[in-house]
């Protein structure tokens, strides 16, 4: 049962990002379309791309974290003997989930001070826009969470044996 949440909850990520890239990929033919065969460029095609891209940035950082896959400066990490890499490692991951917390929490007050602008070309609100950050932070903690419980097990393993 457990498993079967996880794989929807992934799917879904995977699907955001696939649709958020597909359309921006769509808006971003339509602008060359429009600006260089019908001489009459979108108005809101570059602003849409670059809210787009932020969306997936945040929704892809999560999918990147999911696989451990973030670039990341390990030479220190590297010089500790296996075992005390895994502890290094679970320090790693509550570090960025302090940072996650902290960035969530700022969010809160961009996104009420933006709640009242609205962007020019698309007319979106711009809490919209930054409500990228606090849902990539959760999807980027909840990854973590799942990282240290792998790392955790791991660990419990290398014990018994």
């Not at 974290?65 to 990490?77: G, L, P, T």
């Not at 996650?100 to 919209?128: C, G, K, Q």
Request: with cysteine; net charge positive.
């Amino acid at each position: 049962m457990r498993a079967r949440l996880w794989r929807a909850y992934e799917a879904s990520v995977n699907a955001a990002a696939v649709a958020l890239f597909s359309v921006m990929v769509t808006v971003t033919a339509l602008g060359v379309f429009f600006r260089y065969v019908l001489d009459d460029a979108l108005p809101w095609a570059e602003e849409a791309d670059r809210y787009l891209f932020i969306w997936l940035s945040f929704v892809g950082a999560s999918i990147t974290m999911r696989h451990n896959a973030h670039i990341a400066v390990d030479i220190i990490v590297r010089s500790f003997k296996p075992a005390t890499r895994r502890w290094v490692a679970l320090l790693s991951a509550i570090c960025m989930l302090v940072f996650l917390a902290v960035v969530l929490r700022a969010s809160d007050s961009v996104i009420a001070v933006t709640s009242l602008s609205r962007t020019t070309a698309t007319d979106v609100p711009m809490s919209w826009v930054y409500l990228a950050v606090p849902v990539g932070c959760i999807l980027i903690g909840i990854e973590t969470l799942r990282l240290m419980a792998r790392t955790w097990r791991n660990l419990g393993k290398e014990e018994r044996e």
